[in-house]
């Protein structure tokens, strides 16, 4: 939160620093076109002088039958020269225009060029763009950097929270069957136990040790492939009779309404597929509420489809694409009401990747999850 307050300041004071920015330099583009405005304001005195200097040296021509008058100064000029003597020196900046007065009177008026002033006026608004798409540029380069900021600190914050349940999961899924088991065996100990308990509480101690094992065949799977480490053994599986021998195990835990194809095959690694079909349906049990699962495995054209239906309390929409993470769990470990590590669907996930299908979710009706998985 705190990361959050702070990043949202520092959105702020950016923009606050870059609407500065640029009122300063739109500003400053309106004194820069002043000054160069003024600048042509004082050679136009300039050039006054320099014409009336040109002509009492007799080097702007003379004409007999017009008298001429600048600055209430009469001078001798010819038009033309005056005109070419202008333009040349003074590179266009300035025009020049008489004004008659009588027949054989005309006043010398110079002035500033209209192109003069709409060229500032050109540059002032190119500048004035150029700075404002340059801050504009800026402005979004910097929003980016901060955006990919933002998006790697809650990346490590949400991958750090995921941990954190992780071990919290991890501590509770090892810790409650070696509880059992030591329990258990610490009862069987007793010298008033009967042998057929002692039987039972053996044999239920080696079923928590099946749970300790898959516990941590599954983190080891997750870390070999998360690494590209787990070297994937391709063989062409009958994926309906290892479907059929899951469901069988799996329904010691519940009812499950299976429809199974027979003879579908598939070119994949045995035992990560039946990993994967094992976490499904187990996390199928987790959230179904004590109802019936349902699982399917059809043929669909050249694809194969497996589906895994529950009517539990179903998975929101804006836990779809987070459910296959690693270590991603839709509630927190502290409230949560169900076993898991948040490594099944990440497996499944990875898994079904590398066998080039695809796996979704969506919600069943009435209520509950389902999740297909399409092999090619």
């Known amino acids: 939160m705190r990361v959050k307050v702070l990043i949202v300041l520092v959105i702020v004071y950016i923009l606050a620093a ?16 002043e000054l160069k405005n003024d600048v042509l304001k004082a050679g136009l005195n300039a050039c006054t002088l320099q ?8 080097q702007l021509g003379t004409t007999d039958s017009v008298d ?6 009469q001078i001798d000029i010819a038009e033309t020269k005056l005109d070419a003597f202008v333009n040349q020196r003074f590179n266009g900046n300035y025009t020049v225009s008489f004004e008659q007065l009588s027949p054989d009177k005309k006043i010398v008026q110079l002035s500033i060029s209209p192109l003069s002033i709409v060229g500032l006026e050109d540059q002032r608004s ?9 801050s504009i540029l800026l402005l979004v380069l910097v929003a980016a950097g901060i955006f990919g900021v933002y998006y790697s600190v809650d990346s490590i914050y949400q991958l ?6 992780f071990l919290l999961s991890v501590t509770h899924e090892f810790k409650t069957p070696i509880a059992s088991i030591r329990l258990m065996l610490q009862t069987s100990k007793h010298p008033k136990v009967k042998e057929e308990k002692k039987a039972e509480l053996i044999e239920n101690s080696i079923e928590n040790t099946f749970r300790l094992e898959e516990l941590a065949e599954n983190m080891l799977t997750a870390m ?8 994937y053994q391709l063989f062409n599986v009958n994926l309906s009779e290892m ?53 399917s495995l059809v043929r669909n054209g050249e694809n194969k489809v497996l589906t895994v239906k529950d009517r539990g309390v179903g998975v ?19 409230t949560r009401t169900t076993k898991g590590t948040g490594l099944g669907l990440f497996i499944v996930s990875q898994a079904v990747t590398k066998h080039q299908g695809k796996v979704s979710v969506s919600a069943n009706k009435p209520k509950g999850s389902v999740f297909e998985i399409m092999f090619p």
């Open 18 to 33: 870059f609407a500065w920015l640029t009122f300063s330099l739109l500003n400053y583009s309106n004194t820069d076109f």
């Open 51 to 58: 014409v009336m200097q040109q002509a009492k040296n007799n």
């Open 68 to 73: 001429y008058f600048l600055k209430q100064l």
């Open 126 to 134: 190119q500048q004035r763009n150029i700075w404002l798409y340059q």
């Open 160 to 165: 750090n929270k995921r941990q954190n349940n």
């Open 224 to 231: 070999q492939i998360e690494s590209d480490k787990y070297q």
């Open 243 to 295: 479907v059929e021998q899951v469901v069988e195990n799996q329904s010691i835990k519940g009812d499950i309404i299976a429809s199974i194809q027979e003879d579908i095959y598939l070119l994949g690694d045995g035992f990560i597929l039946r990993m994967v079909v094992n976490n499904l349906i187990e996390n199928a049990f987790k959230y179904s509420d004590n109802q019936p699962i349902e699982v």
């Open 316 to 334: 929101n929409k804006e836990d779809y694409k987070n459910i296959f993470k690693k270590f991603y769990r839709v509630q927190d470990e502290e």
